[in-house]
T-cell receptor
Framework: TQLLEQSPQFLSIQEGENLTVYCNSS?????LQWYRQEPGEGPVLLVT?????EVKKLKRLTFQFGDARKDSSLHITAAQPGDTGLYLC??????????FGTGTRLQVFP | KAGVTQTPRYLIKTRGQQVTLSCSPI?????VSWYQQTPGQGLQFLFE???????NKGNFPGRFSGRQFSNSRSEMNVSTLELGDSALYLC?????FGGGYTFGSGTRLTVV
């Protein structure tokens, strides 16, 4: 059973387009993290959100944590080829175990 | 400061053999977690150690084991390797659980 479902699974877009990735669960998380992973490397932490309704911005990336702390979204404005990678959400339920989402593979073409 | 170091980067083993993977966390980080990543299952939690104690274990068979040393370095061992154990094994460290992980580049294990 996958606790964190991400959608879409794959996304292929042109440079300059906007996109949103969703991370959904039926469980409540005390915090949620977003990572980006490039081929041959480990995931790199982008942001941690901890408060329901919280919005964080990181340059062209906007992260939102749902009010009920069960879901999150990542919005990228004016995507660039350097944004290409696997985007992973990960939830913390205070069980000493970080649960990762199914992943969204993004390809941005120049 | 140095990141999380995993060795070796690549490994090819034969079915039935055993393997040990190593992880050196960021200096000062006491929490080390291990994950298995495969195309079909994504990132699956193996176990987490804090101050040499295993605090949580994922749903993997007993062939998968780990330990953490007093200097926070960690090893994981897989015995009686199966073809399905082929995966990228990732180690992550943090100051304490929930603080955001720093991952190593992983060890790519291929079982033939």
């Amino acid at each position: 059973t996958q606790l964190l479902e991400q959608s879409p699974q794959f996304l292929s877009i042109q440079e300059g387009e906007n996109l949103t990735v969703y991370c959904n669960s039926s469980s409540v998380f005390s915090s949620l993290q977003w990572y980006r992973q490039e081929p041959g490397e480990g995931p790199v932490l982008l942001v941690t959100v901890v408060t329901g309704g919280e919005v964080k911005k990181l340059k062209r990336l906007t992260f939102q944590f749902g009010d009920a702390r069960k879901d999150s979204s990542l919005h990228i404005t004016a995507a660039q080829p350097g944004d290409t990678g696997l985007y992973l959400c990960a939830g913390d339920r205070n069980t000493d175990k970080l649960i990762f989402g199914t992943g969204t593979r993004l390809q941005v073409f120049p | 400061k140095a990141g999380v170091t995993q060795t070796p980067r690549y490994l090819i083993k034969t079915r039935g053999q055993q393997v040990t993977l190593s992880c050196s966390p960021i200096s000062g980080h006491r929490s080390v977690s291990w994950y298995q990543q495969t195309p079909g299952q994504g990132l699956q939690f193996l176990f987490e150690y804090f101050s040499e104690t295993q605090r949580n274990k994922g749903n993997f068979p007993g062939r998968f084991s780990g330990r953490q040393f007093s200097n926070s370095r960690s090893e994981m061992n897989v015995s009686t390797l199966e073809l399905g154990d082929s995966a990228l094994y990732l180690c992550a460290s943090s100051l304490a659980f929930g603080g955001g992980y720093t991952f190593g580049s992983g060890t790519r294990l291929t079982v033939v």
